[in-house]
């Protein structure tokens, strides 16, 4: 097998290829740098089996190149990305004291263009882009989450409806709260409701009570992700309570981009192609999944789960846990349907549990994170 690209993500990273003095560079893939920042020393190497996606060349560069492969930058909206997005990227442009400027922004602006072109785009060009920036939000994904030990891991689902003001939201503000703090990264579909409440706890991870009720009390001004205020309060409560110390990662999607992307994210890795962020989420939620109330989204996200646990697809079977007995036996009635369904065979190896208890779904997570059982690689 031959040795993996070298992946060159930033300008520290191009600083140090360019200055380790090797004449011929091989095997590296430059990605959304700018090679025209030192061109004089990008030009004194040749390069050999490299990839250059997305990059800013100096002139006469592809002279000293052999069996390399360019991928241009593909349009003004997106482009191919070295690093999953933040908050701040997303809505670039935004002010909180000007409403309006919401619709002006990066996330709107490529949401209109997505929207204009077609969400299933027939124009090659346009397809190969969007093709190119989700595999760009792939490659970051794999980069962030590969010193992460899989088992830490854990997925929130449930609907986007859920408002600010419901005690649902509430329970998983400080369910989500008390996992980061045991060591969890939280993930989630990276949106409103239920899956805004998993980040917020998260990003009030490490702080009082009181000022968790505060921030709840700010967010509640605009209880639905349809209220005008609803992002300008979120910042509100970014700016006056800053994260530094925990991270979380939402994966939204521009294919519900009417959804606005929750800011309490630390990492956002936004898909144009939804079937690819669906199954990376359940994917990567080794640690575990929390199904909260939810609606068509939701029993999709625990359908998709169940068949990757009944065939061990990725060698481990992970907690299936449903928070709120009357909503998963009564309301939704998945809860008997997965039972009648292992108890005659038709699933195996599924690690189910229903609950109303908080500390529950805590001691479920925290032993199987525990478990010495191996994972395949």
Known sequence: MRENYREIRDDWQLAKVLHEGLEEIKRCAFQNVNLTSESELSLSHSYTDCIFLGCTLPRGFKQKTRDC????????????RSHLYTAEELYEGYDPGKPHTLKTC???????????????????KETLARTLHDHSISDSLHAYLKARDPRTIVGV????GIERTAPSYRQIVFLSKRLTEGGSLMISGGGPGAMEATHLGAWMAGRETEEVEDALATLCEAPCFTDERWLETAMAVRKKYPQLDYESLGMPTWLYGHEPATPFATHIAKYFDNSIREDSIVTIAVGGIVYTPGSAGTMQEIFQEAVQNHYLSFGISSPMIFLGKDYWTNEIPVWPL?????????YKNLRLTLTDDQEEVVEVITEFRSSTEPLVP
Do not use: C, W
């Open 157 to 160: 689902m449930g609907g986007h």
């Open 338 to 346: 997965l039972q009648d369904l292992v108890a005659r065979g038709k």
């Open 69 to 80: 492969l360019f991928f241009p930058k593909m349009g003004e909206t997106f482009h191919y």
């Open 106 to 124: 990066f996330d709107s602006r490529v949401y209109r263009h997505y929207l204009k072109m077609g969400k299933m785009a027939e124009n090659i």
